[in-house]
């Protein structure tokens, strides 16, 4: 048997073991393996819904928390066009996973700087007398 060949230098990383798992992990929440595009995605968002059309950029804390986040690659997805559509690009770009590498759980995920805790229910709140909701 041959052994493999030398990896090369050039474009090279090197990623501990706890942080691979802890953005493979984020990658199955943020984007499920066999998730398809919403029903009526306009062809030019689908690319939202592949994982290469993503940046991936982690960061572990001496916690044991490891911050993994979601970019999207405008190579690999143009988004410009994008921008005030359907809401998919704004509830996709910069999403943002808290993962705790000694347990491998999803503590919390948000877009941009918000980010939601995971184990909590969201409070349910009533709507105020003569205030409008919107969806």
């Known amino acids: ?3 493999p060949p030398e990896l090369p230098r050039e474009g090279r990383l090197r990623l501990e073991g ?3 798992a802890a953005i493979q992990l984020a990658l199955e929440d943020f984007l499920p393996g066999k998730a398809l595009p919403p029903e009526g995605t306009r062809p030019e968002e689908a690319c939202l819904y ?3 059309s993503y940046d991936v950029t982690a960061a572990p804390e001496p ?3 490891v911050q ?3 970019t999207v690659d405008e190579q690999a997805c143009p988004t410009n066009a994008l921008w005030g559509s359907s809401g998919a690009l704004a509830r996709m770009d910069r999403t943002a996973h ?4 000694r347990t491998m759980r999803i503590l919390a995920v948000g877009n941009h700087a918000h980010l ?7 409070a349910e709140e009533k709507p105020q007398e ?3 909701e919107f969806e």
């Open 68 to 70: 993994v986040r979601f």
């Open 98 to 101: 808290a993962v705790d590498i």
């Open 116 to 122: 939601r805790h995971t184990a909590q229910a969201p």
């Open 50 to 52: 592949r994982t290469d």
């Open 130 to 132: 003569g205030v409008k």
């Open 63 to 65: 916690t044991g928390v």
């Open 18 to 20: 706890n942080v691979a």
């Open 1 to 3: 048997m041959k052994p």
